[in-house]
T-cell receptor, first 113, second 113 residues
C-alpha cells in the first residue's frame, strides 16, 4: 500500500502558484519523498525529490516539514500544461533504482484559464 | 535520445489469449521495470529486470512473466488473459548506478474482450 495520503483533486488559476500537499506520517529516516506527475495518456514524469531539506529545480520546489511527516510540492507559476495527476511517493534511494515505486491515487490538479 | 519506447501503443485481445509487450530503455539505462495501471488508479509494480534476471516482483500471478535481453530491452508476457488484465502497461528504465529517477514510456493500452 502507498505510504502517502493526498487530496483527490485541486484547482488552480493559470499563472498562480499551485501548492500540492502530501502526508507521509510513517516515513522512515532513510526514505526520500519523490514527486511524479502523469499527464493524460502519457507515462509518469519525474519532478523532484528530497530527504529533509527543501529542494528546487526548473520544474518545482519541494518543501518538507522539519518532522518529515508532510511535504508540499509548489509549482510557482502554473500553466494549462501542468494539468495532470500528481503522485507523492516515499522511497528508499541509493539503491541504483532498484527500489520499486508504490503509487497511490495521486492528486488531480486542474489549472484553469 | 528517444527516451523509453514501448510497442505496440494499443492492443486488443480476447480472453484466454497470450500477449507480448515490448520496451526499449532510455540510452545508457540498464534496468527495466514494468507497471500495470488500471483506469483511475496509480501504476502498480509488476517486476523489475537487471542483468537479464528478475530482481523484484510485485503481487502479480505467474501468468505475468518477463524477459530482458543483452541489449537491455525487455518484454512483458501475459498468458491466459482475463478481462481484468485490461489496463495501461508502463515500462520504466533506470541506471543501476544512479538512484533518483525512473523514466517511463507512454505505455501500451491493452484491452481484453
Amino acid at each position: 500500500d502507498a505510504k502517502t495520503t493526498q487530496p483527490t483533486s485541486m484547482d488552480c488559476a493559470e499563472g498562480r502558484a499551485a501548492n500540492l500537499p502530501c502526508n507521509h506520517s510513517t516515513i522512515s529516516g532513510n526514505e526520500y519523498v519523490y514527486w511524479y506527475r502523469q499527464i493524460h495518456s502519457q507515462g509518469p514524469q519525474y519532478i523532484i525529490h528530497g530527504l529533509k531539506n527543501n529542494e528546487t529545480n526548473e520544474m518545482a520546489s519541494l518543501i518538507i516539514t522539519e518532522d518529515r511527516k508532510s511535504s508540499t510540492l509548489i509549482l510557482p507559476h502554473a500553466t494549462l500544461r501542468d494539468t495532470a495527476v500528481y503522485y507523492c511517493i516515499v522511497r528508499v534511494a541509493g539503491q541504483g533504482g532498484s527500489e520499486k515505486l508504490v503509487f497511490g491515487k495521486g492528486t488531480k490538479l486542474t489549472v484553469n484559464p | 535520445d528517444a527516451g523509453v519506447t514501448q510497442s505496440p501503443t494499443h492492443l486488443i485481445k480476447t480472453r484466454g489469449q497470450q500477449v507480448t509487450l515490448r520496451c526499449s530503455p532510455k540510452s545508457g539505462h540498464d534496468t527495466v521495470s514494468w507497471y500495470q495501471q488500471a483506469l483511475g488508479q496509480g501504476p502498480q509494480f509488476i517486476f523489475q529486470y537487471y542483468e537479464e534476471e528478475e530482481r523484484q516482483r510485485g503481487n502479480f500471478p505467474d501468468r505475468f512473466s518477463g524477459h530482458q535481453f543483452p541489449n537491455y530491452s525487455s518484454e512483458l508476457n501475459v498468458n491466459a488473459l482475463l478481462l481484468g488484465d485490461s489496463a495501461l502497461y508502463l515500462c520504466a528504465s533506470s541506471f543501476i548506478g544512479s538512484n533518483e529517477k525512473l523514466f517511463f514510456g507512454s505505455g501500451t493500452q491493452l484491452s481484453v474482450l
